[in-house]
């Protein structure tokens, strides 16, 4: 593989086309740990970032490693300037633009929260667990974290010490007014649960529309550990499918179920989303698309070190 742990593509480097140097491979192939090998016997010692990649099973640091980057690289003399570091580490924290299924950004109709705002807050809170708030909107659980949806200001708000504060986060923001304008009862979780195929709104999901999960396969395909460590840091419950799944709960009784599929010789690995049938009454097809797609985007984001 030309690509090394560390990112560079040794394919498009000169030394690597007259036969000069050969790429290291990432971390879990067999040219990494020849190249720890040589590097040791020539140097009497080995690179600090190929070594750790090959320690910790992780194909490419970029991709693959949540510590990314790391004092391996910000000491270390290569392969990356300390301004391309900062701007890794300064973007990483940022969410990814708010587009909709047509690639058009998200955009909030103000009559979204003049109609929650006139749902009772009890019955709400009664049928979707979510716990009722001093300033007159509610508190639910967003996967690992509380969200506060103050009615009195129209925001969403995150708590950071102790202080709820704004959130920018236009896709959640959507989602969970329509959820919350939406439900007018509960179902029990587990009880039929589908795929894209058996909704009602099925053929939405064809073509341009399709739920964008290649990301995720793309990162866990060959990682199982990574995908069970991701999932249960986003409070994912285990399920008995596929090679490894997960239930993601973005609302407490809105489930998502998120499934692996191990590659072999005659399949790449691939990941798919299960649904409760019962999804349809809170959601239309294109806000099922968006709700998986953010969901996606913290699984993909990963455990934050």
């Known amino acids: 593989m030309p690509t090394s742990a560390c990112g560079i593509n040794c394919d498009i480097c000169k030394l690597n086309l007259m036969g000069i ?18 590097q040791n016997r020539i140097f009497g010692n080995t690179c600090a970032i190929l070594s750790c990649a090959c320690m910790n099973n992780l194909s490419h640091c970029l991709r693959d490693c949540n510590m990314f980057p790391c004092d391996n690289f910000r000491l270390g003399p290569y392969p990356f300037s300390p301004g391309f570091l900062s701007m890794q580490e300064r973007r990483r924290k940022q969410t990814p633009p ?9 955009a909030i109709p103000a009559e979204y929260w003049e109609s929650l705002e006139k749902r009772d807050m009890q019955m709400l809170c009664n049928f979707t667990l979510a ?74 999901f064809r073509g ?26 986003l409070g994912g419950k285990a399920v008995d499918m596929a090679s490894s799944g997960y239930m ?18 005659e ?26 797609t953010r969901v996606s985007f913290a699984l993909l984001k990963g455990p934050e070190c």
């Open 248 to 265: 993601l709960l973005p609302f407490p009784r809105v489930p998502l179920y998120y499934l692996l599929w191990k590659g072999d010789d």
């Open 267 to 292: 399949f790449k690995p691939r990941i798919s989303v299960l649904f409760e049938r019962s999804v349809e009454e809170y959601f239309e097809a294109d806000a099922i698309w968006g709700l998986v």
């Open 98 to 106: 708010a587009l909709t299924h047509n690639s058009t950004p998200v």
């Open 208 to 233: 341009p529309h399709t739920l964008k999960l290649s990301p995720l396969s793309e990162r866990y395909g060959n990682d199982l550990n990574g995908f069970k460590d991701a999932a249960e840091y």
């Open 21 to 38: 140097c050969s790429s290291c491979g990432s971390g879990k192939s067999p040219e990494a740990r020849k190249k720890l090998e040589a």
């Open 131 to 204: 716990n009722p708030h001093p300033s007159g909107g509610l508190v639910f659980r967003f996967l690992r974290e509380d969200i506060l949806v103050d009615t009195s200001e129209r925001c969403l708000k995150r708590l950071k010490e102790g202080i709820w504060e704004k959130t920018e986060d236009p896709l959640l923001e959507l989602i969970t007014l329509l959820y919350f304008n939406n439900i007018k009862s509960f179902h029990p979780i587990g009880k039929d649960i589908v795929g894209t195929s058996d909704l009602k709104e099925a053929h939405f």
